[in-house]
T-cell receptor, first 114, second 114 residues
Framework: AQTVTQSQPEMSVQEAETVTLSCTYD???????LFWYKQPPSRQMILVIR??????QNATENRFSVNFQKAAKSFSLKISDSQLGDAAMYFC???????????FGSGTKLNVKP | DTGVSQDPRHKITKRGQNVTFRCDPI?????LYWYRQTLGQGPEFLTY????????KSRLLSDRFSAERPKGSFSTLEIQRTEQGDSAMYLC????????????FGPGTRLTVT
């Protein structure tokens, strides 16, 4: 079964600085998708960024970018110019290409200090 | 349509009672998913529907749990004879039926079994 591991339960970053959240996963598939979701306190999960495994280029969405290392099965999220509104739980998620079921990591709580 | 909605947002029940939750997906989405999220963990897959057909069920979904999507629109998740271990956030998500589709999550129903 696919597993997703987030080894950092909690991280802190100073406002305007950069932080990187780590994620590793285990799969025998060659085609799949990886996601980072953000879950603010008491609010619903929203998609931050998505990466297709067949694409070598790392995905970027404004201040959010990923470092996708397929051979190492690593998928880290970099948040640049951190803002107070970035404070949330961040979940890394894996999805097989042909199936819609997601496998989530246990999450990283990001604190942003003013 | 502003997104996935879930009702109720909070439910407190006594052990042994039955509870039912409702999820209304984004209207054009034909896939609907249920997840369970316990404190400090990522969401765990429970089941999913394509239109009205329930295509997959997790082993987490014991015989006390049943889900329906009778007309391929809203879905209900019923838990019979609730136990304290059922206390969790129950998340619903929906998506279009294609391999690139992302899942859009609802705000969840927080269940507390006393």
């Amino acid at each position: 079964a696919q597993t997703v591991t987030q080894s950092q339960p909690e991280m802190s970053v100073q406002e305007a600085e950069t932080v990187t959240l780590s994620c590793t996963y285990d799969t025998s598939e060659s085609d799949y998708y990886l996601f980072w979701y953000k879950q603010p306190p008491s609010r619903q999960m929203i998609l931050v960024i998505r990466q297709e495994a067949y694409k070598q280029q790392n995905a970027t969405e404004n201040r959010f970018s990923v470092n996708f290392q397929k051979a190492a099965k690593s998928f880290s999220l970099k948040i640049s110019d951190s803002q107070l509104g970035d404070a949330a739980m961040y979940f890394c998620a894996y999805r097989d290409y042909n199936f819609n079921k997601f496998y989530f990591g246990s999450g990283t709580k990001l604190n942003v200090k003013p | 349509d502003t997104g996935v909605s879930q009702d109720p947002r909070h439910k407190i029940t006594k052990r042994g009672q039955n509870v039912t939750f409702r999820c209304d997906p984004i209207s054009e989405h034909n896939r609907l998913y249920w997840y369970r999220q316990t404190l400090g963990q990522g969401p765990e897959f429970l089941t999913y529907f394509q239109n009205e057909a329930q295509l997959e069920k997790s082993r987490l979904l014991s015989d006390r749990f049943s889900a329906e999507r009778p007309k391929g629109s809203f879905s209900t998740l019923e838990i019979q004879r609730t136990e304290q271990g059922d206390s969790a956030m129950y998340l619903c998500a929906s998506s279009l039926d294609n391999s690139r589709a992302e899942q859009y999550f609802g705000p969840g129903t927080r269940l507390t079994v006393t």
